[in-house]
T-cell receptor, first 114, second 112 residues
Framework: GNSVTQMEGPVTLSEEAFLTINCTYTATGYPSLFWYVQYPGEGLQLLLKATKADDKGSNKGFEATYRKETTSFHLEKGSVQVSDSAVYFCALSDRGGSNYKLTFGKGTLLTVNP | NAGVTQTPKFRVLKTGQSMTLLCAQDMNHEYMYWYRQDPGMGLRLIHY???????AKGEVPDGYNVSRLKKQNFLLGLESAAPSQTSVYFCASSYGLDQPQHFGDGTRLSIL
């Protein structure tokens, strides 16, 4: 079956530091890949997505590249801000199966200190 | 710009009580979903719907029922609440199965 593995948190960084959150996946078909962000007390929001191999998703300074050869979709940002403090979820959507399921990783808590 | 609205936002129940969580979306999405979020578990799909009048089981459907009588609404029911159902429940909707999902702000449910 499908699965998503994220690096375990929490991750604590200083403002302007470089961020990487690792995400690897296992899928039977040809998945689309997503990063969602959850701010305290809110629901999840789509941060970025990629639908095929070598696609790069980007938004708000965050980037992630769909790497089929390493089955990875790592999230990066060059300079984090305090306002980036949130929980980040990697997820995949498999278009190949008849039983639909959006599979989430367990989430990574990021705290950015001023 | 309401998006996905969940009602109520908080609720405390006693074991054995029943209740219904309401989800409403105003984006004309065909697909709607109910998840639960527990610490260290990520999000787990309870039930979903691919259109008005349809429902399907997700990863953790036991103890829950759903209905999609109108396209814009997706109801999640707990017939006999148990402490193991204490969680944060999220509703989501999407244009298609492979499209990004839009989430509500969640319902925090405690079962005593």
């Amino acid at each position: 079956g499908n699965s998503v593995t994220q690096m375990e948190g929490p991750v604590t960084l200083s403002e302007e530091a470089f961020l990487t959150i690792n995400c690897t996946y296992t899928a039977t078909g040809y998945p689309s890949l997503f990063w969602y962000v959850q701010y305290p007390g809110e629901g999840l929001q789509l941060l970025l997505k990629a639908t095929k191999a070598d696609d790069k998703g980007s938004n708000k300074g965050f980037e992630a590249t769909y790497r089929k050869e390493t089955t990875s979709f790592h999230l990066e940002k060059g300079s984090v801000q305090v306002s980036d403090s949130a929980v980040y979820f990697c997820a995949l959507s498999d278009r190949g199966g008849s039983n639909y399921k959006l599979t989430f990783g367990k989430g990574t808590l990021l705290t950015v200190n001023p | 710009n309401a998006g996905v609205t969940q009602t109520p936002k908080f609720r405390v129940l006693k074991t054995g009580q029943s209740m219904t969580l309401l989800c409403a979306q105003d984006m004309n999405h065909e697909y709607m979903y109910w998840y639960r979020q527990d610490p260290g578990m990520g999000l787990r799909l309870i039930h979903y719907s691919v259109g008005e009048g349809t429902t399907a089981k997700g990863e953790v459907p036991d103890g829950y029922n759903v209905s999609r009588l109108k396209k814009q609404n997706f109801l999640l029911g707990l017939e006999s609440a148990a402490p193991s159902q204490t969680s944060v429940y999220f509703c989501a909707s999407s244009y298609g199965l492979d499209q990004p999902q839009h989430f509500g702000d969640g319902t925090r449910l405690s079962i005593l």
